[in-house]
């Protein structure tokens, strides 16, 4: 149901007042009550075209029907800018309004059939259609930090639309590509962000962190809104800068570390701009901050001991932290490390070499110690021994063996893990460390053939001769249950160089060992020493053995003239390669009463073998009892010369 104004109702009063006087004027009841304008009369209007609605009055169902509608627009002058007619009985019209834009006076009234005239009623007409100008956006000239973001809108310069300046629309984004308002011609009550036509401050909120672009548009007391905006951009950084520590040694340090904090930001940045813009700061161990402009600040860390650095920035923003500062730890140690021998040797390892390195801050550096040796009263080099290093202990093994009697000194030498070295050549009761040569108990050992010391023999090919001796201490006790190494060395053309193989002495010190059979040899003992006991070598032995060679005839005897006798044989290689090409074998004969003679000389296979036809072609021959042999000399070869057996061949 529509609401009934108080205007309506007076004129409603009015009608009925004159029906009651007997209607002496009917037409004083065509009368148009409660005349309006279609979005309200106090509203301005960006459209030229406005509807007027009223109420009919009763008179008009009652014997005096509406015929005609007649208007007339005056301007703010009074004078008639329009005027019309709309025949037939209603209760609206459409009228346009004239230009300029400005509030005109809309004066209706309604006729009868017959002409009859009723009063009038006014109403009030605001139209503009005049856009506002742009207004003015100012946003803060940097970046701000977190926190609300504000827009100074300005009023539009020039004279306001007829309509005034109703207030103003706000867009954010991104790129600035949004209108205010939903459309580009229009803008609703709704709409407004800010009412009021001088402008003012307005608040944007939170805004998402980077740039974001503001449009702002005027809007008209008839709602339209400027053909352009007004842009300012808003720039947010509510991001700490990243600040990063360079400088800090990952362990320990020798003496002061400088150290640099710098700090990044990427939307703000860090450049310089006076004592409000941004700066890094530095403290050590909660110190007062060094502070500098920018993006970098420096401070030396002193003194030994462990140092805590923490440092911090703040962007062009304002944004700033100083509860969670990046942080780095320096650790300077300055003093180097002290060694110190063992106060005495192990009896039971009088070559073990023992040293002590003591570092109460970094502590010794892993695998850098070592402990060096050379004969006392000499400026020579250090000769290094192999060290080892397990935590704060150096250990290293002279082999006094190696070295002749007299007096040696040691040296000692190490670093902390801040790289600080030191050496010393004191025992840890600050005497000299020095040794004298020999350390170990002295021994000797005898060894050879048939337990001779340094005999040489020859044997047969095949054989396994005896090679043996005895250990005893330098005063002649016997030494039990030791290892002897027994070193069989092989010339050129053998299938081995060298052959090693252990025995144990027995309980009187004795040892024995058949060696295997094979070429010619050098054979030695060695006791490698013990802890306590030193090393000792035996005197060389040679041991040369005969080639082995075989030969046989084919008959036993043979025709002077007819089918030769086949001579044939083979070299026994045990342990040896034949030269390259075979081995040379002479085949030698005699008659009784004679030396052995070469009547030719043939070559093996890669096996050792020959064969040789050999033909009886003169008649001094008959009867004649021939030996013949086969012999091999040296040469590119690890047998001793030898000559096969003899075999015997009659003539006839």
């Given at each position: 149901?529509?609401?009934?104004?108080?205007?309506?109702?007076?004129?409603?009063?009015?009608?009925?007042?004159?029906?009651?006087?007997?209607?002496?004027?009917?037409?004083?009841?065509?009368?148009?009550?409660?005349?309006?304008?279609?979005?309200?009369?106090?509203?301005?209007?960006?459209?030229?075209?406005?509807?007027?609605?009223?109420?009919?009055?009763?008179?008009?169902?009652?014997?005096?029907?509406?015929?005609?509608?007649?208007?007339?627009?005056?301007?703010?002058?009074?004078?008639?800018?329009?005027?019309?007619?709309?025949?037939?009985?209603?209760?609206?019209?459409?009228?346009?309004?004239?230009?300029?834009?400005?509030?005109?006076?809309?004066?209706?009234?309604?006729?009868?059939?017959?002409?009859?005239?009723?009063?009038?009623?006014?109403?009030?007409?605001?139209?503009d259609y005049e856009r506002p100008g742009a207004p003015g956006a100012l946003t803060a000239a940097g970046w701000i930090a977190a926190g609300t973001a504000v827009v100074a809108i300005e009023a539009p310069p020039g004279p306001a639309p007829a309509s005034g300046i109703r207030g103003y629309a706000v867009a954010v984004d991104r790129r600035g590509e949004t209108w205010p308002c939903a459309a580009r011609d229009a803008c609703r009550e709704a709409e407004l962000d800010l009412r009021g036509s001088s402008g003012g401050d307005l608040p944007l909120g939170s805004l998402p962190e980077g740039v974001s672009v503001v449009r702002v548009v005027s809007v008209s007391g008839a709602g339209l809104p400027s053909a352009a905006a007004g842009e300012a951009v808003v720039r947010v950084d509510t991001s700490q800068p990243?600040?990063?520590?360079?400088?800090?040694?990952?362990?320990?340090?020798?003496?002061?570390?400088?150290?640099?904090?710098?700090?990044?930001?990427?939307?703000?940045?860090?450049?310089?701009?006076?004592?409000?813009?941004?700066?890094?700061?530095?403290?050590?161990?909660?110190?007062?901050?060094?502070?500098?402009?920018?993006?970098?600040?420096?401070?030396?860390?002193?003194?030994?001991?462990?140092?805590?650095?923490?440092?911090?920035?703040?962007?062009?923003?304002?944004?700033?932290?100083?509860?969670?500062?990046?942080?780095?730890?320096?650790?300077?140690?300055?003093?180097?490390?002290?060694?110190?021998?063992?106060?005495?040797?192990?009896?039971?390892?009088?070559?073990?070499?023992?040293?002590?390195?003591?570092?109460?801050?970094?502590?010794?550096?892993?695998?850098?110690?070592?402990?060096?040796?050379?004969?006392?009263?000499?400026?020579?080099?250090?000769?290094?021994?192999?060290?080892?290093?397990?935590?704060?202990?150096?250990?290293?093994?002279?082999?006094?063996?190696?070295?002749?009697?007299?007096?040696?000194?040691?040296?000692?030498?190490?670093?902390?893990?801040?790289?600080?070295?030191?050496?010393?050549?004191?025992?840890?009761?600050?005497?000299?460390?020095?040794?004298?040569?020999?350390?170990?108990?002295?021994?000797?050992?005898?060894?050879?053939?048939?337990?001779?010391?340094?005999?040489?023999?020859?044997?047969?090919?095949?054989?396994?001769?005896?090679?043996?001796?005895?250990?005893?201490?330098?005063?002649?006790?016997?030494?039990?249950?030791?290892?002897?190494?027994?070193?069989?060395?092989?010339?050129?053309?053998?299938?081995?160089?060298?052959?090693?193989?252990?025995?144990?002495?027995?309980?009187?010190?004795?040892?024995?060992?058949?060696?295997?059979?094979?070429?010619?040899?050098?054979?030695?003992?060695?006791?490698?020493?013990?802890?306590?006991?030193?090393?000792?070598?035996?005197?060389?032995?040679?041991?040369?053995?005969?080639?082995?060679?075989?030969?046989?005839?084919?008959?036993?005897?043979?025709?002077?003239?007819?089918?030769?006798?086949?001579?044939?044989?083979?070299?026994?290689?045990?342990?040896?390669?034949?030269?390259?090409?075979?081995?040379?074998?002479?085949?030698?004969?005699?008659?009784?009463?004679?030396?052995?003679?070469?009547?030719?000389?043939?070559?093996?296979?890669?096996?050792?073998?020959?064969?040789?036809?050999?033909?009886?072609?003169?008649?001094?021959?008959?009867?004649?009892?021939?030996?013949?042999?086969?012999?091999?000399?040296?040469?590119?070869?690890?047998?001793?010369?030898?000559?096969?057996?003899?075999?015997?061949?009659?003539?006839?």
């Open positions: 149901m529509r609401r009934v104004g108080l205007t309506a109702l007076l004129a409603a009063a009015l009608a009925l007042a004159l029906v009651d006087r007997g209607a002496a004027d009917p037409a004083a009841q065509l009368y148009p009550i409660d005349l309006r304008v279609d979005g309200g009369e106090d509203a301005w209007h960006s459209s030229a075209l406005f509807r007027l609605e009223w109420e009919r009055p009763p008179i008009a169902d009652q014997g005096l029907p509406i015929a005609a509608v007649r208007y007339r627009i005056r301007n703010a002058a009074g004078l008639l800018v329009a005027s019309g007619t709309r025949l037939g009985d209603r209760s609206s019209i459409e009228v346009q309004a004239p230009t300029p834009s400005g509030v005109y006076a809309a004066e209706v009234w309604l006729e009868g059939p017959g002409g009859e005239r009723g009063p009038s009623a006014s109403a009030a007409l605001r139209y990243d600040v990063v520590l360079a400088g800090a040694p990952g362990g320990w340090a020798s003496g002061p570390v400088r150290v640099t904090a710098a700090a990044t930001d990427a939307l703000s940045g860090m450049a310089p701009d006076g004592a409000n813009g941004p700066f890094t700061a530095i403290a050590v161990d909660g110190g007062v901050p060094r502070t500098e402009a920018g993006d970098a600040v420096a401070v030396t860390v002193e003194g030994e001991g462990v140092h805590r650095v923490d440092a911090y920035a703040r962007d062009a923003a304002g944004n700033v932290d100083r509860r969670t500062p990046a942080s780095a730890t320096v650790s300077i140690d300055e003093t180097p490390p002290h060694l110190s021998f063992a106060n005495a040797q192990d009896p039971a390892e009088p070559e073990r070499i023992e040293a002590t390195v003591a570092d109460s801050l970094s502590g010794p550096a892993s695998g850098r110690g070592s402990i060096a040796v050379r004969e006392e009263g000499t400026s020579g080099p250090w000769e290094p021994l192999p060290t080892t290093q397990t935590q704060n202990r150096l250990v290293a093994r002279w082999d006094s063996d190696s070295h002749p009697d007299g007096v040696y000194e040691f040296r000692a030498t190490a670093s902390d893990a801040a790289g600080n070295s030191a050496s010393s050549n004191r025992r840890a009761n600050h005497t000299r460390m020095v040794l004298v040569n020999p350390l170990k108990q002295g021994t000797r050992l005898q060894a050879g053939f048939d337990r001779r010391a340094g005999s040489a023999k020859t044997v047969r090919y095949g054989r396994r001769p005896l090679f043996g001796g005895r250990l005893t201490a330098a005063a002649g006790i016997p030494l039990a249950n030791l290892p002897i190494r027994v070193v069989e060395s092989f010339g050129a053309g053998a299938t081995v160089s060298v052959r090693s193989t252990t025995v144990e002495t027995e309980a009187d010190g004795s040892f024995a060992l058949r060696l295997p059979p094979g070429p010619s040899r050098e054979v030695r003992a060695v006791f490698e020493g013990t802890r306590t006991l030193s090393r000792a070598d035996g005197e060389q032995a040679q041991l040369a053995v005969l080639a082995g060679i075989g030969l046989r005839a084919s008959v036993k005897t043979a025709r002077v003239g007819g089918a030769p006798v086949v001579f044939s044989g083979r070299v026994r290689r045990l342990g040896a390669r034949l030269p390259a090409g075979g081995a040379a074998v002479e085949l030698q004969f005699r008659v009784a009463g004679s030396e052995w003679a070469e009547f030719r000389t043939v070559q093996t296979d890669a096996r050792g073998r020959f064969r040789y036809p050999y033909a009886f072609s003169d008649d001094d021959s008959r009867g004649v009892r021939f030996r013949f042999r086969a012999y091999i000399s040296g040469g590119g070869w690890p047998y001793e010369p030898a000559a096969s057996n003899g075999v015997t061949v009659r003539g006839r």
